[in-house]
């Protein structure tokens, strides 16, 4: 993303179900947005994977992670672009996950970067 000027810092969570959780441990502490007191970030990308197992676990994970993350980002008006992959093999997962801009972590940067414009573009719009 630094051909577009962005920087980032990367955050690391034990699993997909903590994505979440360490979204609103910053939002928490006005990290984010940048318009929050201590403002360090304008978005996030949430990159993660959650392949089918034997139990429905899985179904659990996914629903939550994506549930949470969507509640968080909508509330708190945090652009956030989801690259949370959900697959049904290790295969599929390698398959979306490549590098570069045809991976879907490219797809949820962009996405990131584009409600960020929107939210500079509708800031001072308002009554």
Same mark, same amino acid.
């Given at each position: 993303?630094?051909?577009?000027?962005?920087?980032?810092?990367?955050?690391?969570?034990?699993?997909?179900?903590?994505?979440?959780?360490?979204?609103?441990?910053?939002?928490?502490?006005?990290?984010?947005?940048?318009?929050?007191?201590?403002?360090?970030?304008?978005?996030?990308?949430?990159?993660?994977?959650?392949?089918?197992?034997?139990?429905?676990?899985?179904?659990?994970?996914?629903?939550?992670?994506?549930?949470?993350?969507?509640?968080?980002?909508?509330?708190? @008006?945090?652009?956030? =672009?989801?690259?949370?992959?959900?697959?049904?093999?290790?295969?599929?997962? &390698? $398959? %979306? +996950?490549?590098? /570069? @801009?045809?991976?879907? =972590?490219?797809?949820?940067?962009?996405?990131?970067?584009?409600?960020?414009? &929107? $939210? %500079? +573009?509708?800031? /001072?719009?308002?009554?």
């Amino acid at each position: 993303m630094r051909a577009v000027g962005a920087r980032f810092d990367r955050v690391s969570v034990p699993g997909a179900l903590e994505i979440p959780q360490a979204l609103a441990q910053a939002v928490a502490a006005g990290l984010i947005p940048r318009a929050a007191p201590s403002g360090q970030w304008d978005g996030a990308v949430a990159l993660g994977c959650v392949i089918r197992g034997e139990t429905a676990h899985y179904d659990i994970v996914c629903r939550n992670a994506n549930h949470w993350l969507m509640q968080l980002a909508v509330r708190h @008006a945090v652009p956030v =672009g989801n690259g949370i992959l959900t697959v049904e093999s290790e295969a599929q997962a &390698l $398959a %979306r +996950a490549r590098g /570069g @801009a045809e991976g879907k =972590g490219g797809d949820a940067a962009r996405a990131c970067l584009k409600l960020i414009e &929107l $939210a %500079r +573009a509708f800031e /001072g719009q308002g009554a």
